[in-house]
């Protein structure tokens, strides 16, 4: 359902009202910095105007690095995330992170036990989020993330905190399995910068069979002992379903009655689709680790998946089990 441009503009001059009933008084705020103006002396302000020009600096430097990077160029089967929280709760560490060409949303996550944190990003250019800035104005369990008005919900150990980053990017933070699981959203939201971290695993697709596109990449695990590769292809004209799934990891799928086919030049394996389970083509790598190719198409175009599919001698797991990369 569309709204009039008088109902939009209602919806958001009462949001504004309900956060500035909140705000503290601007006159005691504007005494108060002119108080601290007028304690700072000449040699404070020449040291700060310095200590300026060394950040500037700095963070000059800081971006030529970060730009010249090659895992922060985005790629086929190596996508680039572009936020992260500068804060977490203690014993949290990172195990998942996914991405993807266009609209794909962004996904990182940090777990401790049962507990979760996961940080998402999507595109306004997505009909599912393109009405957010709406949905927030017209709620009224609202707050302030970055100067900008957020919807928190959620009670007792889960919560969600939403919020713009901007006019094309919608960032919502999940809060799984703790104790004043809205006051860490919060607080991870607050934390939340715009510092982009690489996606490379060990698999990054070839060619695809028409009408296959490649639709996300997942790098998850742990830790670096136990880490995985996920890279999925999808109908274009159904983008958000994936129909094939490329996995690589240490263990077996342990598929009984598979028959032997000849995959990437070698011996590998057909299981026909079974109940709760697709169709599934599978080898061993030269590396020891195990490569499964699986989804609703026919057994050759899954071989056909797996023939194409490229190895990369040095994916990036060195940031799974740390709390940030």
Excluded: C
Aim: net charge neutral.
């Amino acid at each position: 359902m569309t709204r009039s441009e008088h109902e939009t503009e209602t919806l958001i001059r009462d949001s504004l009202d309900r956060l500035a009933a909140r705000a503290p008084d601007g006159h005691a705020v504007r005494d108060a910095l002119e108080r601290a103006g007028r304690k700072q002396r000449p040699s404070t302000r020449l040291a700060l105007v310095a200590a300026a020009v060394v950040v500037v600096v700095v963070g000059a430097f800081a971006g030529m690095q970060l730009l010249t990077r090659p895992d922060l160029t985005p790629a086929a089967s190596r996508p680039v995330l572009g936020y992260g929280p500068e804060w977490l709760p203690d014993g949290f560490t990172e195990q998942y992170r996914e991405g993807g060409p266009g609209i794909t949303p962004q996904v990182r996550q940090w777990t401790a036990g049962l507990s979760k944190v996961t940080l998402l990003a999507y595109s306004t250019a997505d009909p599912a989020w393109s009405q957010t800035a709406l949905k927030i104005a017209s709620i009224k369990d609202q707050v302030l993330v970055h100067g900008r008005v957020a919807m928190l919900t959620g009670s007792r150990g889960t919560a969600e905190l939403t919020w713009l980053a901007d006019d094309r990017h919608v960032l919502v933070v999940q809060i799984l399995g703790l104790p004043d699981a809205r006051a860490i959203a919060q607080r991870v939201a607050d934390s939340v910068t715009a510092e982009p971290v690489g996606v490379r695993g060990e698999l990054r697709f070839g060619s695809l069979p028409p009408g296959l596109a490649e639709r996300s990449a997942v790098v998850k695990g742990s830790g670096p002992g136990d880490a995985g590769t996920e890279l999925t292809a999808a109908d274009p004209a159904r983008p958000s379903i994936a129909v094939v799934r490329v996995v690589a990891g240490r263990d077996a799928p342990g598929v009984p009655g598979a028959a032997p086919v000849t995959v990437r030049g070698g011996e590998g394996f057909f299981a026909a689709p079974a109940t709760g389970r697709d169709a599934m083509v599978f080898l061993r790598l030269p590396s020891g680790r195990w490569l499964t190719v699986s989804g609703t198409r026919p057994e050759a175009e899954l071989i056909a998946v797996a023939n194409g599919v490229q190895l990369d001698p040095a994916p990036d797991y060195r940031w799974l089990g740390r709390a940030t990369s």
